[in-house]
């Protein structure tokens, strides 16, 4: 099993390597060639990135879900890949394992802030509400006071959760106009506020900022 984690974590090290970059000339590049692969190639890719995500090795599932939310910030404003964010927001409601629903969050926000840096937040308004309502899951997880192990845990789900509602602020902007949508953001924030983390507090100041960066 470490033997497999290792591997698992270098075959997404050698993919992130190859997809993200920042040189805008160098991705279109690696754009042009990734939409040009053969569909049953790049589905392949995906399913073992899916896999890896399932990885207990945090460094793998941490590479994966970075290339994977690459891969998505190409394809999902192509419409070449429509399924991914009901698939990436079920796993991050669905599934109870921690270190996977940790994962699919952590991919949420990555995917979340490539949008935000491609400046392409208005073609993902239709799916808004899915993401926000996965964040808003990551955000109101009942903890077990009395468990220590089970409030950590809560609170690492809370951070990356707060890490993507902080990213997705770009296209989940136009629900601020709905009154209700919009007290349930600031509830969140404001009951995160006062959590015992600074990470997370820290993160949900960032909100507030970008909110009033936006309004």
Not at 145 to 165: F, G, H, K, P, W
Not at 185 to 213: E, G, M, P
Request: charged residues 20%; hydrophobic residues 40%.
């Amino acid at each position: 099993l470490h033997k497999k984690s290792f591997t698992l974590r270098d075959t997404g090290l050698q993919l992130k390597n190859t997809m993200v970059t920042r040189d805008s000339k160098h991705r279109d590049y690696i754009v042009n060639r990734w939409i040009n692969l053969k569909r049953d190639i790049t589905q392949s890719i995906k399913q073992m990135l899916f896999q890896i995500l399932e990885s207990p090795n945090k460094r793998a599932w941490s590479t994966a879900s970075n290339v994977l939310a690459t891969i998505a910030s190409v394809e999902v404003p192509r419409e070449m890949w429509n399924e991914f964010i009901n698939e990436i927001t079920s796993r991050c409601i669905q599934n109870e394992k921690h270190s996977l629903k940790l994962a699919s969050f952590q991919t949420l926000g990555y995917f979340c802030e490539e949008i935000n840096l491609l400046e392409l937040s208005q073609s993902l308004n239709s799916y808004s509400n899915t993401i926000l309502n996965a964040i808003n899951v990551g955000l109101v997880i009942n903890e077990d006071n009395n468990n220590e192990v089970a409030l950590t845990q809560s609170m690492d789900i809370r951070q990356v959760a707060m890490i993507a509602l902080k990213n997705s602020m770009g296209f989940i902007a136009h629900i601020f106009t709905n009154e209700q949508y919009r007290n349930i953001i600031f509830s969140l924030i404001f009951d995160n506020l006062v959590l015992n983390s600074i990470h997370l507090r820290l993160n949900a100041f960032q909100c507030l900022v970008s909110i009033a960066d936006l309004y």
